[in-house]
Nanobody, 118 residues
Framework: VQLVESGGGLVQAGGSLRLSCAASGSTFGIKAMGWYRQGPGKQRELVATITSLGGSTDYADSVKGRFTISRDNAKNTMYLQMNSLKPEDTALYSC????????????WGQGTQVTVSS
């Protein structure tokens, strides 16, 4: 599976961005997809996940109510709508894939940088 993220950029606090993650290759075995982020000097953090069947979602407490994860299965593309952005949301955002039968996310994109200015 190959993953390519897009949509990052520089935005002022309170603004919005929409990230996209396009998956290609052997996508039929995808169980779930997720967005991770790693800010400067911070550990990587799971931001949101969405399952392939049913579209169940889950969010980190830090983004609940502000971020929305979604997926277009026909396009094999996942999105992250980020509203009310805060400076602490500044990070490299990467998408990842969890395949059926695997214990952890095994496929990763290169990431897209999100910078929120105060």
């Amino acid at each position: 599976v190959q993953l390519v993220e897009s949509g990052g950029g520089l935005v002022q606090a309170g603004g919005s961005l929409r990230l996209s993650c396009a998956a290609s290759g052997s996508t039929f075995g995808i169980k779930a997809m997720g967005w991770y982020r790693q800010g400067p000097g911070k550990q990587r953090e799971l931001v949101a996940t969405i399952t392939s069947l049913g579209g169940s979602t889950d969010y980190a407490d830090s983004v609940k109510g502000r971020f929305t994860i979604s997926r277009d299965n026909a396009k094999n593309t996942m999105y992250l709508q980020m509203n009310s952005l805060k400076p602490e949301d500044t990070a490299l955002y990467s998408c990842a894939v969890l395949e059926i039968g695997r214990p952890k996310y095994d496929y990763w994109g290169q990431g897209t940088q999100v910078t929120v200015s105060s």
